[in-house]
């Protein structure tokens, strides 16, 4: 069984940085990607962006490409998503994610989940 850890969510300024972390924790912890999503007040679920734990090439979803930057450290079974510029409309619990075989941009497509941490930015 596997098991993810979001940290380091918070309260931040309006143009303020957070770096979220996902530990993952497992017998055998050998995915083909991790995906981070986020979860607005009264809003679905959505794909931040994702990073392929072999090569780590990454992909994002459109509107945040360029404030938000996905990393790893497979030593570690770490993965971090880099969030700068924050603005209010980012406030969500975010969410990292797992997945056995493949990737992609979907949240149906993702076999394990943490249970989130919160982030408020505040204008």
């Known amino acids: 069984q596997v098991q993810l850890v979001e940290s380091g969510g918070g309260s931040v300024q309006a143009g303020g940085s957070l770096r979220l972390s996902c530990v993952a924790s497992?017998?055998?912890?050998?995915?083909?990607?991790m995906g981070w999503f986020r979860q607005g007040p009264g809003k679905a679920r959505e794909f931040v962006g994702f990073?392929?734990?072999?090569?780590?090439?990454?992909s994002y979803a459109d509107s945040l490409k360029d404030r938000f930057t996905i990393s790893r450290e497979n030593a570690n079974n770490t993965v971090y998503l880099q969030m700068n510029s924050l603005k209010p409309e980012d406030t969500a619990v975010y969410y990292c994610a797992a997945r056995n075989t493949g990737y992609s941009s979907s949240v149906y497509s993702y076999d394990y989940w943490g249970q989130g941490t919160q982030v408020t930015v505040s204008s």
């Open positions: 990073i392929r734990w072999r090569g780590g090439t990454t």
């Open positions: 497992g017998r055998t912890f050998r995915p083909s990607a």
